[in-house]
């Protein structure tokens, strides 16, 4: 799953009475190219890095391991605290020392800490994952019988799914880790869950974490952008969701235009939904470089804002002349998409109707989507009219958060949409 | 035009009365990406190494720079010479040494031995283009008056194509490059055409190296697969070329069915063809991991296979129950798309029906496609209905060679299909 | 002091109002050299690492940062505790979890611990170090008033000193940092005692540890081995110290001889003094390699025997037909010299009589002096003259125990012997 | 032979019927550590290269590998050509073409060159070496019978020596890797002699280059400085030349003094001459730093002036309160031996008198010998007493030139002095 993170990698494996843990910077075949190779166990857990927050000596890396009176852990876990400050200060009151500032750290810490007042691991989970507060996907590796514990938080803010094959039970944050290992989709671990896997086989589970934050669920962007789209997340495909937002988009932002285009990869399937249910043909529109190293240095504004240049080129043939229906999942600054939509233009569309399958997103996420500040939206500090005139596009349609959770209908769970609304 | 070679990258500039050349293994932004931070230059050839031949010293990087009597020159290359170690031997007879196995070294050896003799950059490039036998789109950039000289070998089988823009002239392979980087396109140069741009102007322009090689012309398989969609080569639309093919195809290879799927990315054009021709509705079948790592390493051949499955994962709402067109550009080895079809089946089609829109590979390329040895062709070993077999489709139609011409039929030369037929 | 170690370093400094840290494998001009010209600081702690006893990730890098309830800390220290395995539990009891296995990750979460419960740094460091039991010369680097706290085992194992200069304080384990850096030594912290700097000056200073261990005092292999020669440590040059030992040798293993050859580097002071003593003229008899990489990587027995040979080359004119007096500091396993007494002969020696201004090594070091198993130390297994004929030297005489303790008389402090006798 | 050159290190080696060339920057260990242990091979040459002249590509790497018309050859040579830049044109003017600017690169064009003409190896280096004017010892490994032939200028500028065991026959530089590989030594190649080795022997051994070069000969800085004390060159050992050239020194410079020092590594043997004739007791006065990483950056003259402090360090109680002799082989820029006599000053010596064993350095050296341009060289530009006020010590004493002569009288060749006097 390295679409959803690409910082660092790491994987930790049960090794006779302990663990070994191995991690790194960088994509999973820079990270762990050789030492997955060389890696033979049968219990592990493994992490892709989605940001480090400027910390560069890697102490951020996921698992993190830790030694504690009866038992070594390695723990990962997929999301953001939002008492983090609150558990480290009170961690801190037991003479308990930090080395770094990430929400890991704190997780790991509180459960060796539980798990060492407890005398048990299963205890230990539960009783520190009552305490988190915020989004978290969790999974604790313990030598203590070599259990794989994983935990939801009680929201259900980030995805987390159970499968099963001949040789045993894999958990993952999406569907599409399942099938691309081999492993038969399951179930997802409910919100508030807790399970237990030993010897390959599932041998406690229970809702045992109070709900706590409202008007909270599964995350709705996992659906609008952050997901693989081969992914089934709480019973809806992300698809499925993906061309359903595109329809309901066609119905509340109707326009006459020749040709439907989507901005690859992210839009492609909302594009498909508007074309159908628009009618109006949908061709690609523009070619994605697949080869944009993460490693390039821009040092000026100027050379950053060409990266988009180098990132797409019009198909000229099926613009020209056209007017255009334009679909993109959501505009965070806007910078990006107004290159876009000016290729559009130089390429001889003669009109450019943006759509975006999204709403406005007009507030930071506190849970593990990373928009950054409320500034940088471009939606939080001006109207639909303003944002069009900005980007220079002939109209600006937004799907309605109604018509998004429509198109969001089959999942199983309440969504978390507090970026477009509070 | 990253996507033309990713194994090394390199830049040469006129610098005051030298040339300064920067290059190094891997992608353009691992191997340049501090130094074209820094360069400063009016005239400059870069260039992208599809292929090094396992050589790992990167000897055979380009551009290739060497001192003359007279002058400096850096020379960059595409293509494959036929004639390169008859053309070695001569310069050795002169005493001339090598110091590595590349065309490359060839071609700048013999330019500078003939610009010395000549005391011209011109002519030395022109009786040295006109040595040379084989594929090359040829650029040379010379100290004397600060010129680059393009050449096109009189098959014309590479494409290259000028733009130019305020600031001056640019020569690319592929029309995209141009678009990218802000430069209109003028026009291709001809097959047997020498260039000499100076001062931001084209001050020659000539047809004059004789014909060589019958049966030849622009290379058909970068139209199926080796260029972007968006460029224009030799006044043929890539997408065009590839719809068509698809559209041709479905005439040729009708089949009864719900869905057709073209696997990412190269095939994706040819199924959007399939599909308008057929009627049949068009949608995403696979998912394709953008992140796999280069640099991976796979010990065994289980991994080797394994990786595909990592590289592609079906979406089972749009395939299960259904009678899928599977599209493909080619088939090669025949061991990918074997996995893949197998992939459809497991996601639940009821029918694979494979679909290629290039006829069967049948021989090895001598002039740049790396589609290895001939063993390794399996159209040239078996029959239609063995492959299909062996992959395990329910039917596999591939377009005929005049299918393919008739595709591409708005291409300006005649079209090089050796590969198809001899 | 990169003779004190080499596998690693680091810097920790105090920055606004946290500490900025800094530290990788390899040589202070590896791991820091880029560092350091960008650090910016006026109080500031560093680390040589001497072994990192295995571990490749770089954890057991010293020094060891942390923030506890009230504060910041960054710990260096020298030394090895014995009983880092119970403080560690009874860490672990109250919840402290622990992520390597080194003794500085004990230190400084104790001291974590005890500045959390004592609401003083200096109480905290007070506390710890009292219940640390073995050698440890430490310092501690703390945001609280960005104070230094430096303290001293009770029996003074490691060395640890002070200087000073118109900008301030420096501790450091061996007064020719001192020298190097431009400071003035001032004494030696005494065995058992603390001492604060802060603002450049000395604020506290007092014995406050209690004393634990018997039959210990300032490690005598520092003066043999260990230290560098132009050091002063607990008031006795290290120059004379082994100056003194071979005059004292000289003395108890007199022979007649034509030259006497010291070992390049650290036998080269015992060797003038054996010299002086017996009158016997002194020479150099073998050249010492100065670039041989510590990353050479020696697959087989052979080639790692075949180091010493490359290590070391005899000077023919000094040695040819002659009677040598060869003096080393210590034998270990007695490989080495076994191959340089045999290059001795092969060039040409007529007799080669090795002495050694050590007594044999017969115990393993608990407290930081890294001799291996005591397996590997020849002399715990064989008697001289059985050693003497293994290595194949004419005669093999050792310093006395009470002969080298003589040498080091001048030591302030009591002497530890525990290698030589228990 | 790391001693001579850690810029880069290369090896060739006879595999099967071409040669395989393994090259890199830094020294041996760092570049060729791998590689040296999986090449198996009968017949190969090493090289390490001094300075590459500012080039960061490591095209100066030796040894050059080249294919010419018959056959391969790999070429390594220590020394400078005064011709290369004639030898360079002449060669273009046959239209062969250069990539660099290395006398190595021309050495090897040559040789391919006349060995394609000549039709014989042999005769191709033959009529080569003939064609170079300076300063080479030279070594060629051609695949023409696998054969080895050596090559030293008519001056006999560098070391060249062969060395012979029951394996085979080796051609080295200093006579001290004979010893560490466990040959012994035959003879030293004479000036403008040609050997060629074949299948372990020496098949041919002729004096066939003409002398070139008024008042050249076998290099005295090679004794002063340069090579190691544990050589032979031209039948004198460095070591005595040093001791004798100390000896010489005291006789031509006599001083009351209470302690001779040398500065460590390159005037300790000189040291031990001027204590020996002068009857003053020679004691070790300064410490070196061995663990100087040569990777440290230093971006201020400051640092760099630091460095001297960092590498040195007196040892007080041999120095203070007494009138010091303090030793050195070369001044050059004169500033480290300013903040030496410093050093000295501030450790207490009494008096500080300087004695240098080896006359002014007075004119830049065409042959090899690095020493920068004649403004870098102070004795070129100021009196002895001038440079005596500059740098602080209270005399000055330079060995004389006939002294030095007479000091290297076994030298079985003239002397090369031009550095001293032209």
Same mark, same amino acid.
């Given at each position: 799953m390295q679409h959803r993170g690409q910082e660092g990698a790491?994987? &930790? &494996?049960? @090794?006779?009475?302990?663990?070994?843990?191995? =991690? +790194?910077h960088g994509l999973v075949s820079e990270a762990l190219g050789s030492a997955l190779n060389k890696l033979k166990s049968h219990v592990a857990v493994g992490h892709c890095l989605y940001s480090n927050n400027g910390n560069n000596t890697g102490e951020n890396i996921q698992p993190v391991f830790t030694e504690y009176l009866t038992g070594r852990l390695a723990t990962v876990h997929d999301g953001n605290l939002i008492n983090a400050k609150e558990l480290k200060d009170e961690l801190m009151k037991y003479g308990i020392a930090f080395t770094g500032t990430s929400d890991s750290e704190v997780i790991s810490k509180l459960i060796a800490y539980h798990c060492t007042k407890k005398k048990n691991v299963l205890d230990g989970v539960k009783i520190s994952a009552e305490l988190l507060k915020g989004a978290f996907s969790l999974i604790v590796?313990?030598? +203590?019988?070599?259990?794989?514990?994983?935990?939801? +938080?009680?929201?259900?803010?980030?995805?987390?799914?159970?499968? =099963?094959n001949k040789n045993g039970i894999a958990v993952a944050s999406e569907s599409c880790a399942l099938d691309t290992c081999g492993f038969d989709f399951v179930r997802n671990i409910k919100p508030g869950e807790i399970i237990v896997i030993e010897n390959g086989e599932i041998i406690y589970e229970e809702v045992v974490l109070t709900p706590k934050i409202k008007n909270t669920g599964s995350c709705i962007f996992e659906y609008v952008y952050f997901a693989r789209p081969d992914s089934f997340i709480d019973n809806l495909s992300v698809y499925e969701a993906r061309v359903n @937002?595109?329809?309901?988009? &066609? =119905?509340?932002?109707?326009? $006459?235009? +020749?040709?439907?285009?989507? #901005?690859?990869?992210?839009a492609l399937e909302a594009a498909i939904g508007y074309s159908e249910e628009s009618g109006i043909k949908l061709l690609p529109g523009l070619i994605r470089?697949?080869?944009?190293?993460?490693?390039? #240095?821009?040092?000026?504004?100027?050379?950053? $804002?060409n990266i988009v240049k180098l990132k797409f080129n019009a198909i000229k043939s099926n613009i020209e002349g056209k007017r255009i229906i334009l679909v993109d999942d959501s505009i965070v600054r806007g910078t990006s998409t107004k290159i876009i939509v000016n290729m559009m233009k130089n390429a001889g569309a003669k009109e450019v109707h943006l759509r975006i399958s999204s709403p406005p997103v007009k507030y930071v996420c506190n849970y593990g989507i990373d928009t950054r500040s409320e500034e940088d939206?471009?939606?939080s500090r001006m109207s639909v009219s303003e944002i069009r005139d900005i980007i220079g596009s002939d109209s600006l349609g937004y799907i309605s958060i109604d018509g998004? =959770?429509?198109?969001?209908?089959?999942? @199983?769970?309440?969504?978390? &949409?507090?970026?477009?609304n509070r």
């Open positions: 790491g994987i &930790a &494996a049960i @090794s006779g009475n302990t663990i070994i843990c191995h =991690k +790194d590796l313990s030598t +203590d019988n070599n259990r794989l514990i994983a935990a939801r +938080d009680s929201s259900g803010f980030r995805p987390l799914c159970i499968g =099963k @937002s595109g329809r309901i988009l &066609a =119905k509340e932002n109707p326009v $006459e235009a +020749d040709v439907v285009c989507g #901005i690859p990869d992210s470089n697949r080869y944009l190293g993460r490693s390039f #240095i821009y040092p000026t504004q100027e050379q950053r $804002e939206l471009i939606a998004l =959770k429509e198109a969001c209908a089959r999942c @199983s769970l309440p969504l978390c &949409a507090n970026c477009f």
